[in-house]
């Protein structure tokens, strides 16, 4: 089994390089797929075990499903996630940050669910596993793939692995919840409830909804991110390339020492030149170890511009939280006017206060 890690290059974590091996044609096989996080390892080996071919596993939805598509008979797609809490966890390790990795369980799930159109798919959330593994094994079976018959035995285990992994890396009791995160998560479970209760099962042909995209919020993030990797990866090449040009530069200078002790001679005209040349060569790397210095300084403004980039990101979601509750104010002021208009007892007063309204109006001032 090849494993792709968070390979989600659009999503802001570089794919990884390497290719997966496919069986010949003829073969099904099957993909697993989803975010960090909601066990793809332990379910690829439970599938291996069965002597089904595994061609990957892991959230790189876009390769894998090209893969798949293009294989006669077409691949089987396994989706299978968790809460965005436990990819969080899983993610924490890597030092991502909670925001940032909420943001990535929409994104591997969005990109999985949409890659895997077409193909047969079963939708498994993994935190009710054992009362899914009867279904998925009846799944595989229709489709014409020789199970064996302790295989949701073997589902068991693998379930029980699954789960000893995330009480391992869950967060210790009493540990203070983020308002704002929590918010940002909740939000984004609400977005995707629906999809995945539509994925959830057995699809013989899984059509993607036509809307299903990734969210404002999630693509702000991730962007964001991206473009503060990108730049830190910038200045961490540049001062690469400093750190080669101060070593070529201390090799020559060793080079030229060498020959001045081999070619200095009685002719002090000779020796002078030769003097004349490591002083040169010496001013050269003195002016190379400024440039490095420069070089580092570029890095630590980059670094600067992310930090700047997050706070950024952090003020914009406050802004859109009150938004939201202004918006609730407004409708509830709304709703309270039209019960007052609506009401019976508004229509029997203008009746009663009509002909009063009149005569005043009517009247001299």
């Given amino acids: 089994m090849t494993t792709s890690g968070p390979a989600v290059g659009q999503q802001g974590i570089e794919p990884e390089s390497g290719d997966t091996p496919v069986p010949e044609s003829g073969t099904r096989v099957i993909l697993v797929l989803g975010p960090p996080g909601a066990g793809q390892p332990a379910l690829g080996r439970w599938l291996e075990q069965l002597g089904l071919p595994v061609v990957g596993s892991g959230p790189n939805a876009e390769a894998s499903t090209d893969i798949a598509r293009d294989h006669d008979p077409a691949s089987v797609v396994v989706v299978a996630w968790r809460s965005p809490e436990a990819t969080v966890a899983s993610l924490a390790t890597e030092g991502i940050d909670p925001a940032h990795?909420?943001?990535?369980?929409?994104?591997?799930?969005?990109?999985?669910?949409?890659?895997?159109?077409?193909?047969?798919?079963?939708?498994l959330d993994v935190d009710q596993m054992t009362t899914t593994l009867t279904p998925l094994v009846e799944f595989l079976a229709g489709l014409g793939i020789t199970v064996p018959g302790d295989a949701v035995d073997g589902g068991r285990s693998a379930a029980a692995e699954i789960e000893a992994a995330a009480s391992a890396g869950a967060s210790a009791p009493g540990t203070a919840v983020d308002p704002e995160l929590a918010a940002l998560t909740e939000a984004i479970r609400a977005r995707l409830a629906p999809v995945l209760a539509a994925a959830a099962g057995a699809h013989a042909t899984w059509e993607a909804p036509a809307d299903l995209a990734l969210g404002p919020t999630s693509g702000a993030l991730l962007a964001a991110h991206r473009a503060a990797h990108r730049a830190a990866l910038d200045a961490v090449a540049a001062w690469a390339a400093v750190h080669e040009a101060q070593?070529?530069?201390q090799d020559a200078k060793a080079a030229v020492e060498r020959e001045h002790r081999e070619l200095v001679g009685p002719d002090p005209l000779h020796y002078a030149e030769l003097r004349r040349e490591l002083?040169?060569?010496?001013?050269?790397?003195?002016?190379?170890?400024?440039?490095?210095?420069?070089?580092?300084?570029?890095?630590?403004?980059?670094?600067?511009?992310?930090?700047?980039?997050?706070?950024?990101?952090?003020?914009?979601?406050?802004?859109?939280?009150?938004?939201?509750?202004?918006?609730?104010?407004?409708?509830?002021?709304?709703r309270e006017r039209d019960e007052i208009l609506g009401s019976e007892r508004w229509r029997i007063g203008g009746l009663v206060l009509s002909p009063f309204a009149r005569l005043r109006r009517s009247s001299p001032r």
């Fill in 101 to 123: 990795a909420v943001a990535l369980w929409e994104a591997h799930l969005v990109d999985a669910l949409r890659g895997a159109s077409g193909l047969p798919l079963f939708g």
């Fill in 247 to 249: 070593l070529a530069a």
């Fill in 279 to 334: 002083w040169r060569l010496r001013d050269e790397f003195a002016g190379i170890v400024a440039g490095r210095t420069n070089y580092h300084t570029a890095w630590m403004r980059a670094d600067s511009a992310r930090l700047a980039n997050e706070q950024r990101v952090a003020d914009l979601l406050v802004q859109l939280d009150q938004l939201h509750s202004m918006r609730a104010q407004r409708d509830e002021l709304r």
